[in-house]
């Protein structure tokens, strides 16, 4: 039997569970050598809310509990103007 997944827009009321969701993909991160993406407490809960409020933040739903966040903003993003060997470099 198949689960139904959807794709929808995250709401204000969870940016605990979207937290919950980083920090848990962080420890995974981690647990593979990366040690240099999402430090110093990034994302935060005013990410998070910057990001629901702009319409960008997404929840992925499998039959009817969110399962996974992303954020999808069009256009250029600075953050990742110059990638090398896998590191930003400003």
């Keep these: 039997m198949s689960k139904e997944r959807t794709i ?7 940016i605990q569970l ?13 647990a593979h ?5 999402w430090t ?16 960008h933040a997404h929840m992925i739903v499998e039959d009817g509990q969110p399962i996974g966040y992303f954020a999808l903003v069009h256009g250029l993003d600075p ?5 090398y060997d896998g590191l930003w470099i400003d």
């Design 40 to 55: 110093n407490g990034y994302p935060d809960a005013k990410a998070i809310e910057k990001d629901i409020e702009g319409g």
């Design 79 to 83: 953050t990742y103007r110059v990638i």
């Design 33 to 37: 050598g990366n040690t240099v993406q």
């Design 18 to 30: 979207v937290l919950t969701m980083c920090d848990h993909s962080r420890s995974i991160m981690r």
């Design 8 to 14: 929808r827009k995250a709401l204000p009321t969870e």
